[in-house]
């Protein structure tokens, strides 16, 4: 399994940035797919999950809640994180995986697939 993510970019604080997440293919070892980042110096640390269930419901950091959504577009293959009022702490490089397991999952640990990470800078 393959991802690419994209979208990263060079923001201001307040502004919005969608990122997107292309699988080579969805199988059970996809079914829940997560975006993690990794701050300048800092461990790469959870940020949102959803599986690729019916159902849309999904998990998220509190760091991130209520700012950031993630969602899914089964037929393309592809998941997204709709980043809004991004702040200077949301500075990251941003990583998509995806995982076999069938209920949330925060640990890196539990994701098999990365993707390159796509750099997301956030100007105060």
């Known amino acids: 399994v393959q991802l690419q993510a994209s979208g990263g970019g060079l923001v201001q604080a307040g502004d919005s940035l969608k990122l997107s997440c292309a699988a080579s293919?969805?199988?059970?070892?996809?079914?829940?797919m997560g975006w993690f980042r990794q701050p300048p110096g800092k461990e790469r640390e959870f940020v949102a999950t959803?599986?690729?269930?019916?159902?849309?419901?999904?998990d998220y950091a509190d760091s991130v809640k209520g700012r950031f959504t993630i969602s899914r577009d089964n037929a393309e293959n592809t998941v997204y994180l709709q980043m809004n009022n991004v702040k200077s702490e949301d500075t990251a490089v941003y990583y998509c995986?995806?995982?076999?397991?069938?209920?949330?999952?925060?640990?890196?640990?539990?994701?098999?697939?990365w993707g390159q990470g796509t750099q997301v800078t956030v100007s105060s």
């Open positions: 995986a995806a995982g076999a397991y069938n209920n949330f999952r925060r640990r890196t640990a539990d994701y098999r697939f």
């Open positions: 293919e969805r199988t059970a070892n996809t079914y829940i």
């Open positions: 959803i599986t690729w269930s019916g159902s849309n419901t999904a």
